[in-house]
């Protein structure tokens, strides 16, 4: 029996020391907490944003490829003058340095996204 009671107070004295050690270290504790809920919170933030791009992207590319197969056929139009038909082949130049550019900010913003 009184091996009974010495483990018992062994085992007190050990939670004793994690408690004391526990309230000790409880600021760094609930900084790290804090740090990991802000973490959180900015992952799921930053998922939201990529996503977001991701569905204004899809929008872009199916608006971009209507748009350059319109201006495509007009510019071949038989009823054109050469000056509209460069305007329209214009265009679709500009158009795809201005999809190249947003797909470089894209990649830009998916490899922040990754770091």
């Given at each position: 029996?009184?091996?009974?009671?010495?483990s018992?107070q062994?085992?007190?004295?050990?939670?004793?020391?994690?408690?004391?050690?526990?309230?000790?270290?409880?600021?760094?504790?609930?900084?790290?907490?804090?740090?990991?809920?802000?973490?959180?919170?900015?992952?799921?933030?930053?998922?939201?944003?990529?996503?977001?791009?991701?569905?204004?992207?899809?929008?872009?590319?199916?608006?971009?490829?209507?748009?350059?197969?319109?201006?495509?056929?007009?510019?071949?139009?038989?009823?054109?003058?050469?000056?509209?038909?460069?305007?329209?082949?214009?265009m679709?130049?500009?158009?795809?340095?201005?999809?190249?550019?947003?797909?470089?900010?894209?990649?830009?913003?998916?490899?922040?996204?990754?770091?």
């Amino acid at each position: 029996m009184n091996d009974s009671s010495m483990s018992q107070q062994d085992l007190t004295k050990t939670s004793a020391i994690i408690a004391k050690e526990l309230i000790k270290n409880l600021p760094e504790i609930i900084g790290s907490l804090k740090e990991i809920y802000a973490l959180r919170s900015k992952k799921q933030a930053f998922q939201a944003a990529l996503h977001a791009r991701c569905v204004e992207l899809q929008i872009n590319k199916e608006n971009f490829g209507t748009l350059v197969q319109s201006l495509t056929e007009l510019s071949k139009t038989e009823g054109s003058d050469e000056a509209t038909k460069d305007m329209y082949r214009e265009m679709i130049r500009s158009l795809f340095d201005l999809f190249a550019q947003r797909s470089r900010d894209s990649s830009a913003f998916s490899e922040f996204m990754n770091t």
